[in-house]
């Protein structure tokens, strides 16, 4: 911490359908006391370990490159498997780290592994999906905890039910310093995206964070 008074965040929780729950803390990050320093050099650090260009997703007829830059961190040997692509875990810095470790005492304290995800530009997204891999659990029979921290820029991020959920879908606007939770069966009953947009926007880093589990 930086010696500052810091705000409280705003803590909104919501139960989106039967056994899904989704929790939205406002300006987390600056609640828990991360100081500026901290997050440029958690950028800069992160910067340097992103894929230099976007991956390939194998399809039946082309490769549809990914609209995204991508990394993966965890412990020696840990890899996350999807869409055919195959990510090797870099290992926690000491940046990474401390996040990993507050993050396991907030939300959820088998979390093994951060996937960042950075949106370089409004043309940068990710279609409709559920984390719902073989890596994290068996879904449906399990539920799954994910919990995303954002940096930089304001994007919207969208959730659907599923075909046969009775529910009308949800946006976030997540800021700089949000953290998104996703509980419960949110994985087997729901989708979530993060759509383009024509909006002249700067980058974007979205931290996930997730147990998978040991091959």
């Not at 995206?193 to 002249?200: A, E, I, M, N, V």
Request: proline share 5%; glycine share 8%.
């Amino acid at each position: 911490q930086d010696g500052r008074a810091v705000k409280l965040p705003r803590i909104v929780t919501r139960t989106i359908s039967p056994g899904c729950v989704v929790e939205h803390c406002s300006g987390w990050l600056e609640s828990e006391g991360f100081s500026t320093p901290y997050l440029r050099d958690l950028w800069r650090t992160t910067l340097e370990d992103l894929d230099s260009h976007s991956r390939f997703i194998p399809q039946a007829k082309r490769e549809m490159p990914v609209p995204r830059l991508e990394c993966l961190y965890g412990s020696e040997g840990t890899t996350y498997d999807y869409s055919g692509l195959t990510y090797h875990a870099k290992p926690l810095g000491i940046s990474h780290a401390r996040l990993m470790d507050r993050m396991r005492r907030r939300v959820h304290d088998g979390f093994n592994a951060c996937f960042v995800n950075l949106y370089r530009t409004g043309a940068d997204s990710i279609s409709w999906h559920a984390d719902d891999e073989a890596t994290l659990g068996p879904v449906p029979e399990s539920s799954v905890t994910i919990a995303s921290i954002s940096l930089g820029e304001t994007r919207r991020f969208k959730m659907k039910p599923r075909k046969g959920v009775q529910a009308a879908g949800v946006d976030f606007d997540l800021e700089h310093g949000d953290l998104l939770i996703m509980r419960g069966a949110c994985q087997r009953d729901w989708l979530h995206s993060l759509p383009k947009t024509k909006r002249k926007v700067r980058s974007r880093m979205a931290f996930t964070f997730r147990q998978l589990l040991e091959k």
